[in-house]
Nanobody, 121 residues
């Protein structure tokens, strides 16, 4: 009932920047936490950054100081600004949110399809 679509991934050189966007759509009643996860080959999916409805944020230690998460509640959109990218940031990045819809009144977790970020050395 809630769909998430990511965009902004691509290939960049080490030290470069990318800005990921994720737009939520559907019969949305409310969105609580939104976040970005990533999964590199051979590794578990990990939380990169999260942001609450009120704007409180948290980051993985590996990206703190380099990445910034933000959201535009009016647009149901969450962003991830990624600076000083490193090859180890290479992964598929997934948008995530916990939301209530008009169809499912209880809070559920939704995932986007992912967008590839590749950082070359």
């Amino acid at each position: 009932q809630v769909q998430l679509v990511e965009s902004g991934g691509g290939l960049v050189q080490a030290g470069g920047s990318l800005r990921l966007s994720c737009v939520a759509s559907g019969s949305i009643l409310s969105i609580n936490v939104m976040g970005w996860y990533r999964q590199a080959p051979g590794k578990q999916r990990e939380l990169v950054a999260g942001i609450t409805n009120g704007g409180s944020t948290n980051y993985a230690d590996s990206v703190k100081g380099r990445f910034t998460i933000s959201r535009d509640n009016a647009k149901n959109t969450v962003y991830l600004q990624m600076n000083s990218l490193k090859p180890e940031d290479t992964a598929v990045y997934y948008c995530n949110c916990n939301a209530r819809s008009w169809t499912f009144l209880s809070e559920r977790t939704y995932w986007g399809q992912g967008t590839q970020v590749t950082v070359s050395s």
